[in-house]
């Protein structure tokens, strides 16, 4: 799916929704592109990789629309996906979880998952 990112300047990337990311995921070039600098991230989250745990930085992006829906202030892990990765990045359930029929899906197969 598609989302825009804006700070500076919008920017659009691919995203692909990952119900297993607790957090939006972006590449780091994306975040520097629209004026976020994960360099100077006070936060960072551990990941965990085919390869290693890597920990992330975490940067807030004032705003971010997908779905038809816009989105304040989202926190997102910057980190870079493989080359080949078909998506820029991962729409993650910090996102998700706001929009009302993510929320009354998870409600009805709650009781299921326990």
């Known amino acids: 799916m598609h989302a825009q990112l804006f700070h500076r300047r919008p920017l659009l990337l ?3 929704v990952d119900t297993g990311a607790t957090y939006t995921m972006i590449p780091m070039k994306a975040a520097m592109a629209i004026g976020c600098d994960p360099s100077i991230a006070t ?17 807030t992006i004032p705003m971010l629309t997908c779905l038809g829906h816009p ?4 926190e ?3 980190h ?5 990765s078909a998506v820029d990045g991962l729409l993650g359930l910090n996102v998700l979880s706001q929009l009302a029929p993510f929320r009354a899906f998870i409600e009805s197969i709650h009781s299921y998952l326990l």
């Open 14 to 16: 691919r995203l692909l």
């Open 43 to 59: 936060r960072r989250i551990p990941i965990v990789t085919v390869s290693a745990v890597e920990y992330t930085p975490v940067v």
């Open 71 to 74: 989105f304040r202030a989202v």
């Open 76 to 78: 997102v892990a910057c």
């Open 80 to 84: 870079d996906l493989p080359p080949q």
